[in-house]
């Protein structure tokens, strides 16, 4: 396993029972390099939605863990924040939540000559995506071949 695998692993292991404890839900965890630094990023959700006080209270007690435990060798910018409109679908608790709902996807590659698609998500395995396109036809994809899934939101 990557180290930055098993960061984001062990500190989920962390965070669930501060999510749980809370009733909040946790949406990912990732930690990234953006700009010569290091992120190490929680996005939680609740049913109406999180807010900052939310997130700076998860914020305190997942930092406090993070400074005993020590186990993330670089210098890193913890931030815990909502997921946000456009979240991306990566679990499949997710998946399960937006079925019937309209999603959008794009590919690594061109299918059909586009790497954009929009249509309601109708179903979904752990191999594959399936959405009703505009004109009423079934479009399945491979979830290789997607980089990525989120919900549509119009403004």
């Given at each position: 396993?990557?180290?930055?695998?098993?960061?984001?692993?062990?500190?989920?292991?962390?965070?669930?029972?501060?999510i749980e404890r809370n009733g909040f839900e946790l949406v990912d965890v990732e930690y990234v390099k953006e700009g010569g630094n290091w992120y190490l990023?929680?996005?939680?959700?609740?049913?109406?939605?999180?807010?900052?006080?939310?997130?700076?209270?998860?914020?305190?007690?997942?930092?406090?863990?993070?400074?005993?435990?020590?186990?993330?060798?670089?210098?890193?910018?913890?931030?815990?924040?909502?997921?946000?409109?456009?979240?991306?679908?990566?679990?499949?608790?997710?998946?399960?939540?937006?079925?019937?709902?309209?999603?959008?996807?794009?590919?690594y590659r061109m299918v059909d000559r586009k790497k954009e698609f929009t249509g309601i998500l109708k179903d979904y395995d752990k191999d594959t995506v399936?959405?009703?396109?505009?004109?009423?036809?079934?479009?399945?994809?491979?979830?290789?071949?997607?980089?990525?899934?989120?919900?549509?939101?119009?403004?």
């Amino acid at each position: 396993m990557a180290k930055r695998e098993t960061y984001e692993q062990k500190t989920e292991e962390i965070l669930l029972p501060i999510i749980e404890r809370n009733g909040f839900e946790l949406v990912d965890v990732e930690y990234v390099k953006e700009g010569g630094n290091w992120y190490l990023r929680a996005y939680i959700d609740k049913l109406g939605g999180i807010n900052v006080d939310d997130c700076e209270m998860v914020s305190r007690e997942l930092s406090d863990i993070l400074d005993e435990k020590d186990f993330i060798d670089e210098a890193y910018i913890l931030e815990v924040s909502s997921p946000g409109l456009g979240r991306p679908l990566k679990k499949e608790k997710d998946f399960k939540r937006s079925l019937g709902q309209e999603v959008e996807i794009r590919t690594y590659r061109m299918v059909d000559r586009k790497k954009e698609f929009t249509g309601i998500l109708k179903d979904y395995d752990k191999d594959t995506v399936t959405i009703e396109m505009e004109d009423g036809s079934l479009k399945t994809f491979e979830k290789g071949d997607i980089a990525l899934i989120r919900l549509a939101f119009d403004f």
